[in-house]
Nanobody, 118 residues
């Protein structure tokens, strides 16, 4: 298995919070720490978009649509990345994926569904 495994999605009301987790596959745990990583989301019919990124050194960047509401972090010892999502909006509804910033094809997992009701 070489895909990242995402979890933590669910159905929440607008204004609520969720914390997503992304676990690196065993095949790449030895090289996870130097990887620049990102959280992506996709709505059916739309292209996948990058919402947050974190470099190997911990520098973060956010899409304007989530800035101030989402926080990306990583725990290199656990080979895990997180996305804390607060003040969720209905427009945040999507399937959320994690991958390297190079968007390595083989690493795409199944994603985790986030649904926000108004």
């Amino acid at each position: 298995q070489v895909q990242f495994v995402e979890s933590g999605g669910g159905l929440v009301q607008a204004g609520g919070s969720l914390r997503l987790s992304c676990v690196a596959p065993r095949a790449i745990t030895s090289v996870f720490n130097p990887l620049d990583m990102g959280w992506y989301r996709q709505v059916p019919g739309n292209q996948r978009e990058l919402v947050a990124s974190i470099t190997s050194r911990g520098h973060t960047n956010y899409a304007d649509s989530v800035k101030g509401r989402f926080t990306i972090s990583r725990n290199n010892s656990r080979k895990t990345m997180y996305l804390q999502m607060n003040s969720l909006k209905p427009e945040d509804t999507a399937v959320y994926f994690c991958n390297t910033l190079r968007q390595t094809t083989d690493y795409w997992g199944r994603g985790t569904q986030v649904s926000v009701s108004s």
